[in-house]
């Protein structure tokens, strides 16, 4: 079965710092990984896929994210935090096989200090 | 280009009350269909999804049914609501295994 975890319910950090966001998955078969932003009352918003090649993958907002096949992991970093970034952020995966749907991980708060 | 359209933002309606809840898809055809329920803010769970008109997969046996009468609409619905029932609701669609695409969402109060 697939599965999603990000081990942090929240992540605390100050403005100009870098962020991590952390992400592991299980799925039978080579994975899709996604990375997805929620701002209060919206749906989510896209930020960034992994689905072959180049392991380091850069997405929207300055935000890129680090496939590890190895460690099964998908960790979501930005080299300089702002305010704005502030946000409910969730790590998804599906398998390349047909007919698995998107699992998503429940979901961690980031909050970005000035 | 796609877009996603769902409405009604926001809806209080009271216990025992029917539901729907509607979605529509621009911009492309045949595309899948899904609808997801959101908690408390937090985790996403997934309800129904759909691969074509009339093709329903149900992921959680609950007071919720759906249906797909056109290749670009999805519709969540409800005979008599449950406080339960509450929550933010998600429609998303993918044009196959690639992005899933968001709607803004419905904030259900149920009362």
């Known amino acids: 079965a697939q599965s999603v975890a990000q081990p942090e319910d929240q992540v605390n950090v100050a403005e100009g710092n870098p962020l991590t966001v952390k992400c592991t998955y299980s799925?039978?078969?080579?994975?899709?990984l996604f990375w997805y932003v929620q701002y209060p009352n919206r749906g989510l918003q896209f930020l960034l896929k992994?689905?072959?090649?180049?392991?380091l993958v850069k997405g929207s907002y300055g935000f890129e994210a680090e496939f590890n096949k190895s460690q099964t992991s998908f960790h979501l970093k930005k080299p300089s935090a702002l305010v704005s970034d502030s946000a409910l952020y969730f790590c998804?995966?599906?398998?390349?096989?047909?007919?698995?749907?998107?699992?998503f991980g429940p979901g961690t708060r980031l909050s970005v200090l000035p | 280009s796609q877009t996603i359209h769902q409405w009604p933002a926001t809806l209080v309606q009271p216990v025992g009350s029917p539901l729907s809840l509607e979605c529509t898809v621009e911009?492309?055809?045949?595309?899948?269909l899904y609808w997801y329920r959101q908690a408390a803010g937090r985790g996403l769970q997934l309800l129904f999804y759909?691969?074509?008109?009339?093709?329903i997969s149900s992921e959680v046996p609950q007071n919720l049914s759906a249906s797909r009468p056109q290749d670009r609409q999805f519709i969540l619905s409800s005979k008599k609501l449950l406080l339960s029932d509450s929550g933010f609701y998600l429609c998303?669609?993918?044009?196959?295994?690639?992005?899933?695409?968001f709607g803004n969402g419905t904030r259900l109060t149920v009362t």
């Open positions: 998303a669609w993918t044009p196959g295994p690639s992005t899933l695409h």
């Open positions: 799925v039978s078969g080579n994975p899709y």
């Open positions: 992994y689905i072959t090649g180049d392991n």
């Open positions: 998804a995966v599906r398998g390349q096989n047909y007919g698995q749907n998107f699992v």
């Open positions: 911009g492309t055809s045949n595309p899948n």
């Open positions: 759909s691969v074509g008109i009339g093709q």
